[in-house]
C-alpha cells in the first residue's frame, strides 16, 4: 500500500480507558449533522451565501463523474475487501468495460 487517508468520527470526547479487561472509549455520535456539525454548518452558510449575493459555485461535469467513479471504486474495495487500483479502475470505466 502505498498511503491512505482517513477521517475518524467525532465523538464526544477523546479518552480512552484501557486495562487488562479490554479498552473503552465514547460512542460515536449518533448522526451526520451531530458528528460533523461545523462541516454543515460551513455548509449551510455557504449556501444562504449564494443565495443572497448570487454567488454560485458551480460543478463540472468531469467533477460529477469523478466523484461518482471514486465511490463507486470505494464500494466496490468495502465489498470485496480487496484494494482496487483507481488509475485502471478509472481508465476502465470510461472506455466502457
Not at 448522526?31 to 443572497?52: C, K, M, Q
Amino acid at each position: 500500500m502505498q498511503g491512505m487517508a482517513t477521517a475518524r468520527n467525532q465523538l464526544d470526547h477523546t479518552v480512552e480507558m484501557i486495562s487488562s479487561q479490554g479498552s473503552s472509549m465514547a460512542p460515536i455520535n449518533y448522526s451526520f449533522p451531530e458528528r460533523y456539525r461545523d462541516s454543515y454548518r460551513e455548509e449551510i452558510a455557504s449556501f444562504v451565501d449564494g443565495i443572497l449575493n448570487q454567488n454560485y459555485y458551480n460543478v463540472t461535469e468531469d467533477e460529477c463523474v469523478m466523484s461518482h467513479l471514486m465511490a463507486e471504486a470505494a464500494a466496490g474495495s468495502a465489498k470485496s475487501q480487496q484494494v482496487i487500483d483507481f488509475k485502471a479502475y478509472y481508465r476502465d470505466m470510461l472506455a466502457g468495460n
